[in-house]
């Protein structure tokens, strides 16, 4: 309940004097004020003159007022409920904040709806070092490294191994019922089966890159693509007019084929078109330019979507009637993006340097996460877009906890599960049991106002499942998380309110830590909401009524000093109609303060016959 802050805070919104020291004016005293430095006298009979305190109330800056129904007067809260908008969104009270997504997470899987779950946790399938590649052929996932392919049947059997050739394969296409590999010294091998024989088809010293789409086998020579679907007679697709420039990948898309190369660090993608009557393939146009410095590492096609990792990260595009294509955002990585594979909603793509980071409370029993990044894959959902139309929703997804971080290179599914190669490390596969930990971190929480709240406190619901842990810590401001909660889940859905005891802050993150279950490792904590109330911190402020002489002689300091009523009347009635702040000087302090309201006493005609002698009751309201 709202009642457990029972104190008034007693701190002000202000500092003493306000604004800068040039703008006062000196040897303000007695019946004498400045207002916006300029002397008046004030009239200090009859009780007009005063200064009161008035409360200053903190009002959310946003149109969204989903959390502020159903309340006590002044408590606010913030609920978060799902988290299947994914990661990256820094600050939860934006009005353009969404309310599903978060900042970042670690072993979590957010993708069902009101709930999160533990991801699982990654084995090693086969140990092998250098280049390696994934596909899939006849039912079998086919691990290709150095000059040798492994037919595995299932993640435990390896039926055969064949030999190809007798150097390393760089790159591989799968065509149709075989499987196409191109190695160092140029020559492209097929292979059909784990009992087959690889068969030589094609040689040039200078091949670099093989893909297969749409039906036609493309080949990358120096500057030049070749259409090598009729081994023997290759015909000649286009010619860069770039000597230097290099092919770096290919994929499908609805039209054409998308190849993507560069020189230096500029890289477009081209589209090459099929001949209406499907007897070959057109020269070569520009679809799309990356920015300068984005380097294009391997694109990928699904859903009729195109998706290019490059040097920063993964960027979607969308094809036009025409094949141009339209790029989205980038999604951010700290290495290149260098494959990609897509199932059913989403596009998985390589991680080779996730970030664990996630600092300890001390003693922390929920402390199971490696101490460095290690590599994994990045999940993206295709059904669900944040930021813009081409900006999907993202998260981590598995990773090899043990490994250091490295390249990941290639993603398949095999048997509904992903595959993924670590270079130097093996083939990793995602297993039955949940990963030991994960965690999950907010995004900043300000109420929508900057200024002072009060935490009251929180609470927490989940799923009943299991005995395993769920941990709430809370950062507030600049302080290092904290841990508030310690969960037990099993056998209950939602936490008490749990006492936050009035914590004053500007902002709060809050992070959300859950261990899996001991007695069976194959499922975890189930969180389904969260909240945090607060109070809204009530500032002091001042509010004067200064009863200011206007006339034709004034006396300033014991010296007669001529004015234009008119004049110093419009001057005054000018602060108010322009909303001005300006400094109030009185008795050797200064105030930030506006103006609110005025009320002329007119006493005498001036001098002039002009206008009027009197006083201007002045509402003067300071600015916190």
């Excluded at 390896?158 to 050739?165: C, D, E, I, N, Y």
């Excluded at 009729?304 to 294509?325: C, E, H, S, Y």
Aim: hydrophobic share 40%.
């Amino acid at each position: 309940m709202a009642t457990g802050i029972t104190r008034e805070f007693d701190e002000p919104f202000y500092g003493g004097e306000g604004g800068s020291s040039s703008t006062l004016v000196p040897n303000i005293g007695g019946s004498l004020v400045a207002i916006n430095g300029r002397i008046y006298p004030i009239d200090n009979t009859g009780n007009r003159f005063s200064q009161v305190g008035i409360d200053v109330l903190q009002q959310r800056n946003t149109t969204d007022n989903r959390d502020v129904l159903l309340l006590p007067q002044n408590v606010w809260r913030t609920q978060i409920y799902s988290w299947n908008s994914g990661a990256g969104q820094s600050n939860m009270d934006r009005d353009t904040s969404i309310t599903s997504r978060y900042q970042d997470s670690f072993g979590i899987d957010p993708w069902t709806e009101w709930e999160l779950n533990l991801l699982p946790e990654t084995l090693r399938m086969q140990e092998i070092t250098g280049p390696t590649f994934l596909t899939l052929h006849g039912g079998y996932l086919v691990v290709i490294n150095d000059n040798d392919t492994y037919w595995w049947s299932d993640f435990g059997t390896l039926t055969a191994t064949v030999t190809v050739g007798a150097s390393p394969i760089v790159a591989i296409a799968d065509r149709g019922d075989v499987v196409t590999m191109l190695n160092s010294v140029g020559e492209i091998y097929t292979l059909d089966s784990p009992v087959g024989v690889p068969v030589l088809q094609y040689t040039n010293a200078d091949a670099y890159m093989v893909a297969f789409e749409k039906d036609y086998l493309i080949v990358a020579v120096n500057n030049q693509l070749f259409n090598i679907t009729a081994y023997a007679t290759p015909v000649l697709i286009y010619t860069h007019p770039e000597p230097t420039f290099r092919w770096s990948s290919a994929s499908s898309g609805p039209q054409s084929i998308y190849v993507a190369g560069g020189v230096g660090d500029r890289y477009v993608i081209h589209r090459v078109g099929i001949k209406d009557d499907g007897t070959g393939l057109r020269p070569a146009i520009v679809a799309a330019e990356l920015p300068d410095g984005e380097i294009v590492y391997k694109i990928g096609s699904y859903l009729g979507f195109v998706f290019i990792g490059t040097n920063k990260g993964v960027r979607m595009a969308q094809p036009d009637n025409n094949g141009d294509l339209t790029l989205g955002s980038i999604i951010p990585t700290t290495e290149p993006v260098r494959c990609f594979e897509g199932q059913d909603r989403f596009m998985w793509y390589g991680v080779s340097r996730m970030a664990a980071d996630y600092s300890e409370i001390t003693s922390d029993p929920a402390n199971v996460f490696p101490l460095t990044a290690v590599p994994g894959i990045g999940r993206m959902d295709l059904s669900k877009f944040t930021t813009g139309l081409l900006a999907p929703a993202y998260a981590n997804d598995i990773a090899a906890w043990g490994e250091p971080a490295a390249n990941v290179t290639s993603i398949a599914t095999f048997m509904d599960k992903r595959v993924f190669v670590v270079e130097g490390a093996g083939v990793f596969f995602e297993g039955v049991d949940k990963v030991l930990g994960g965690w999950m971190t907010q995004g900043a929480m300000s109420f929508s106002v900057e200024d002072l709240k009060a935490a009251l406190y929180m609470q927490a619901n989940w799923v009943p499942s299991c005995d395993g842990s769920l941990y709430i810590d809370l950062a507030f401001d600049s302080s290092g998380y904290a841990r508030y909660a310690d969960l037990a889940v099993a056998n209950s859905v939602r936490s008490s309110n749990i006492n936050l005891n009035g914590t004053k802050f500007s902002r709060v993150n809050m992070r959300l830590v859950m261990t899996r279950c001991a007695a069976d490792n194959s499922i975890g904590p189930v969180p389904t909401r969260w909240e945090i109330r607060a109070f809204a911190v009530k500032g002091r402020a001042s509010r004067w009524n200064v009863p200011v002489i206007i006339a034709d002689d004034v006396d300033i300091n014991g010296i007669m000093q001529s004015r234009n009523p008119v004049d110093d009347k419009n001057s005054l009635l000018g602060l108010i109609q322009n909303g001005t702040v300006f400094q109030y000087q009185e008795s050797g302090q200064a105030y930030q303060v506006l103006a609110r309201d005025f009320q002329w006493l007119p006493e005498r005609l001036s001098t002039t016959g002009n206008g009027w002698q009197g006083t201007m009751l002045m509402v003067l309201e300071e600015v916190v």
